[in-house]
């Protein structure tokens, strides 16, 4: 029996970047097209393929690569016989038997999203052997799928025009992994996922766990710069950082260089992802506490944009303290450029009023558009948001979105509009509503 999913990542990270990537590949599928998703491990290609497929708001059908999958497996195979027997007496004399026996055919995962219009997601597709795909050829471009002959049923099928896949593969040079053939290739956009940027891996480790800001930065710089150190190019440390901030909040270990249960951590999760020895890895990885300058909660104003600049200052600035010189590394082939660091936090402000023109239109674009989701129309959300203020008596961005479930675009959108209709105000990155004024009356 073939299982049809009504699935949705969970709260899954809608940053600039990520849109960005979102709307190329909805082009792509509402045009027709195949779109083959291909990046490193962990850079969160089967996550985006399901928030894809829940954005065509179709059923989803799911197929992950195995070295063992055979065409059958796509489209169906013989399973059981179904056996027919007819015993004739109406002569009482004579008795007449028919028995007939037939094999049962059951549809699989490619055949069932063909006919009735489902979202295929092939996770990992080249990890199957190429023969094994070759069934997807006429699906993806002549638009009909070729069945084995059999006397009881038929042997081709239309392609129903709501049929749509997503594929996901990793790089070849990885074990268990097989070269696609060129011809499959040729029928599909292939999208190239990057390694997330500092600030969406950010966002996506305070959107998982309950980890501040703060600590959030600090284990991604942490572990960006031991990959840059150790060049683990192969991988995405997406994957690690959330280890770290999961098991951080989980079980309250103070993210800080002189915590030894951090230490312990950083060297179970990290050192393993290595292609260094043990000893030498353990080397950097010191040097990096080392160091690293963090910032206590205090010192730290999470929702500042500046922080991500004044911690690459500290960050590359410090001094490496007890340190064997012969045993330092380049800070600068460690760390993130400050440069760098700068352009996130300037393009991804958050502060609305010093928002960019650019950006502003074209979140205003998308929220009209309606290209990503079907919002809510723009008075039910302001409205929403302005009771919400009533109630709380002011709040900061990040509350309103989370306690309303809203996306940062729907948000930035409708408090624009409030800002600029003067019905809300903004203070100390506080969001309040503008109190009506007394008109004293008159006294003649």
Same mark, same amino acid.
């Given at each position: ?10 709260? !899954? ?15 792509? *599928? ?15 290609? #089967? ?16 197929? !992950? ?37 037939? %094999? ?9 999203? +063909? ?18 795909? /070759? ?27 709501? !049929? ?10 990885? +074990? ?41 930065? #600090? ?10 150190? #150790? ?16 098991? +951080? +909040? ?24 290595? $292609? ?9 990885? %010191? #040097? *990096? ?25 500290? !960050?590359?600035?410090? $001094?490496?303290?007890?340190? /064997?010189?012969?045993?330092?590394? $380049? ?11 700068? /352009? ?17 239109? %074209? ?34 961005? *990040? ?46």
């Amino acid at each position: 029996m073939t299982t049809v999913l009504h699935a949705s990542p969970y709260q !899954f990270v809608d940053t600039p970047s990520i849109q960005r990537l979102v709307l190329r590949a909805l082009r792509y *599928l509402r045009s027709g097209y195949a779109v083959h998703l291909r990046g490193p491990a962990g850079t969160g290609k #089967t996550t985006l393929a399901i928030h894809l497929a829940n954005l065509l708001a179709r059923p989803i059908v799911v197929v !992950f690569g195995d070295d063992e999958v055979k065409s059958s497996d796509l489209v169906g195979t013989q399973s059981g016989f179904t056996r027919k027997k007819v015993v004739d007496n109406f002569i009482h004399s004579v008795i007449k038997v028919e028995d007939e026996l037939q %094999q049962a055919w059951v549809d699989a995962r490619l055949t069932l999203a +063909c006919k009735e219009g489902l979202t295929l997601v092939y996770d990992e597709f080249n990890r199957s052997r190429p023969e094994g795909n /070759n069934v997807l050829l006429s699906v993806l471009e002549e638009k009909l799928l070729v069945l084995p002959p059999h006397r009881h049923r038929q042997e081709y099928i239309r392609v129903h025009p709501e !049929f749509r896949a997503i594929f996901t593969s990793n790089p070849e040079e990885y +074990c268990g992994v097989h070269a696609a053939q060129n011809a499959l290739l040729d029928r599909m956009i292939t999208i190239n996922v990057p390694e997330p940027d500092v600030f969406t891996q950010t966002e996506i480790l305070m959107r998982k766990t309950a980890i501040s800001q703060a600590d959030a930065a #600090t284990i991604v710089q942490l572990v960006g710069a031991f990959r840059d150190q #150790t060049q683990a190019e192969k991988t995405s440390g997406l994957r690690s950082a959330l280890m770290l901030a999961t098991i +951080c +909040c989980d079980h309250h270990i103070r993210v800080a260089p002189n915590n030894e249960d951090f230490q312990e951590l950083c060297q179970d999760v990290l050192l393993s992802r290595s $292609s260094l020895m043990m000893d030498d890895g353990m080397q950097v990885l %010191q #040097t *990096l506490f080392a160091q690293l300058e963090f910032y206590d909660e205090s010192r730290y104003q999470p929702e500042s944009v500046n922080t991500l600049q004044q911690f690459a200052d500290n !960050f590359t600035n410090c $001094s490496t303290r007890n340190v /064997n010189p012969s045993e330092t590394y $380049s800070v600068s082939s460690v760390f993130y450029s400050l440069n760098s660091i700068n /352009n996130q936090a300037n393009e991804f402000e958050i502060d609305l009023e010093t928002l960019e023109v650019e950006e502003t239109k %074209q979140v205003e674009n998308t929220v009209k558009s309606n290209e990503l989701k079907s919002l809510e129309p723009q008075i039910a959300i302001d409205r929403h948001i302005i009771n919400y203020l009533q109630e709380t008596e002011g709040a900061r961005l *990040l509350e309103i979105e989370q306690d309303l479930e809203l996306s940062r675009i729907e948000l930035i959108a409708a408090l624009k509009t409030l800002l600029r209709e003067k019905k809300v105000i903004q203070h100390d990155r506080i969001y309040k509503l503008v109190e009506p004024k007394l008109v004293e009356p008159s006294i003649d």
